[in-house]
């Protein structure tokens, strides 16, 4: 059951990234043919497309996470017996879930706070822009919970792109 669950995760992660990218493209060039050839340039593309480019930071981190190809120090790897490096894992996972809850819970604060606040061009409320830090920060929680418990088990995740 955990493992549809997740695989359903993961394709939504991705599929929130491709579509995110998609739109950013799309904002972007209209942003440039308004601009250069129009003559008249559109007043929200900006703010869209670096909304956007917020989002797809976060979510890309958590596909990042999942996929595990973050930068990383491949000598701490070398240096260990393979039975150590995953208590290596788990530790260093570790202090990635606390800063990550940490940013969730003031994530989900800082909401509260600009609620009412709205964009200068677009007009929509701030809270859409900032979602993405503690929506993002969720799913490398889980993403890094799961690599914790993928190493503790000795079973590593798959790294199999899902779609």
């Not at 990383?72 to 790897?77: A, M």
């Not at 929509?124 to 929506?135: L, Q």
């Amino acid at each position: 059951m955990w493992a549809f669950v997740f695989k359903t995760m993961d394709r939504i992660v991705n599929w929130a990234l491709a579509l995110l990218m998609a739109a950013m493209v799309v904002v972007i060039a209209a942003q440039v043919w308004y601009r250069f050839v129009m003559n008249d340039p559109l007043d929200w593309s900006e703010e869209m497309g670096r909304y956007l480019f917020v989002w797809i930071s976060f979510m890309g981190a958590a596909a990042g996470v999942r996929y595990q190809v973050h930068l990383g120090i491949d000598l701490i790897h070398k240096l260990f017996a393979p039975e150590t490096y995953r208590y290596v894992i788990i530790f260093v996972n570790l202090f990635i879930q606390v800063f990550l809850a940490a940013l969730i819970f003031w994530g989900f604060k800082i909401l509260a706070v600009i609620r009412y606040q709205s964009s200068p061009s677009m007009g929509i409320s701030m809270i859409y822009p900032y979602m993405a830090v503690p929506v993002g920060s969720v799913f490398m929680l889980i993403n890094s919970l799961r690599i914790s418990w993928a190493a503790k088990t000795g079973k590593p995740l798959d790294k199999e792109l899902v779609l």
